[in-house]
């Protein structure tokens, strides 16, 4: 059961290229890939394929420079899934792979997991606003200098705690300016491997707009810095304050593209979806509105689960469950509620929908 993937996807890489073996184990073959990302046909047998005896399997592609891979223990991430799809395989075969590949996670010992491989990402560092101090800075030296605490940051400190974000895991800012409304703004820095590379300033009042003033790449993926090594599943929402809850990672609005999908699955979790579900009726149109469903249309093109938690029929977000019902029992709901078939997914999708 193991080495079922990698003997499925040797064996289609075969029959499919006329592919020949190296002896160092190799199997080359006309590249399944370089069409389908722009770049002229392979007709050099510049692809190449390793299966492991340990179950885990390795494709390169030295044309276009695509590389997918699988090794027991992991998910299929979306990239894996797109090879086997050019190689010919059956949509219906992918999605059994997916669902075996999380059956096996349970054999291996975390211990024995191969590291995911993935390309290099990076995002540039930005500053955060000028003036801006994390609220415990910002705490100490209002109390060093017996100065009076100005209203604004009280509210900006009271919006975070009414939250119930963890203020000693996570830090905050707050900048006593009024360009952007700043100073009715609590600011949230964006990490990447332990640098400031944007951050999005939410407001905290009705009449402080945009919502959101934010600087950041539109690839990133917020706090993928707190996610463990020895996690099983990574939560993927859309707002930061939802991420924050729950320890998940946010994508920051309704769709997820292809480079945040690599940094996602190049955590080697089971990724598992929630997204919002402030669904409303147009009046007009007399049609639900859900912006959400985008999200879940997404989470089935990379075919990763989507969870349907029972709360999710009165909270419209997970921070908002976990201000009503606690943080424990919102994330046993989001496990609980998981669905990884396609046609389960795309049946609890339209029971909200329609």
């Not at 999380?102 to 003036?131: C, H, M, W, Y």
């Not at 089935?300 to 424990?328: H, M, R």
Request: hydrophobic share 40%; charged share 25%; glycine share 6%.
């Amino acid at each position: 059961m193991i080495d079922h993937i990698a003997n499925f996807t040797s064996d289609l890489w075969t029959q499919a290229r006329r592919a020949r073996r190296s002896a160092s184990g190799w199997i080359s073959g006309n590249a399944v890939c370089c069409a389908h990302r722009g770049e002229t046909a392979d007709t050099r047998s510049r692809g190449g394929l390793i299966a492991n005896p340990n179950g885990a399997v390795t494709y390169r592609c030295f044309n276009c420079n695509f590389k997918a891979s699988y090794a027991p223990g992991r998910p299929l991430t979306y990239k894996f899934r797109k090879l086997l799809a050019w190689m010919g395989a059956d949509p219906n075969a992918i999605e059994r792979l997916g669902i075996e590949a999380l059956r096996i996670k349970d054999l291996v010992p975390t211990t024995e997991l191969a590291p995911v491989e993935s390309e290099p990402i990076t995002f540039n560092q930005q500053e955060l606003p000028a003036g801006a101090v994390n609220f415990h800075g910002m705490a100490e030296f209002y109390q060093l200098s017996n100065q009076a605490i100005p209203a604004d940051f009280i509210e900006v400190v009271d919006y975070v705690a009414n939250r119930k974000i963890d203020l000693q895991k996570y830090q905050f800012y707050w900048a006593d300016d009024k360009i952007y409304g700043l100073n009715k703004r609590v600011i949230i820095p964006f990490l990447w491997k332990g640098q400031t590379v944007g951050y999005t300033a939410r407001s905290v009042d009705a009449e402080t707009k945009p919502k959101y003033h934010s600087s950041h790449d539109s690839n990133y993926v917020f706090n993928v810095d707190q996610q463990q090594k020895n996690w099983k599943f990574v939560v993927v929402c859309e707002g930061p304050f939802d991420a924050m809850s729950i320890d998940g990672v946010a994508v920051l609005h309704n769709d997820i593209n292809e480079q945040q999908a690599d940094v996602i699955d190049s955590l080697g979790c089971e990724v598992v979806v929630v997204p919002d579900f402030d669904i409303k009726y147009d009046e007009r149109t007399k049609k639900k509105k859900w912006a959400g469903a985008a999200l879940i249309d997404r989470a089935i093109e990379y075919g990763w689960s989507v969870s349907f938690p029972v709360w999710a029929e009165t909270c419209k977000d997970v921070n908002e469950a976990v201000q009503k019902y606690g943080k424990l029992f919102v994330l046993k709901a989001i496990i609980q509620g998981k669905q990884t078939s396609k046609l389960k997914i795309e049946l609890l999708k339209r029971r909200l929908y329609n």
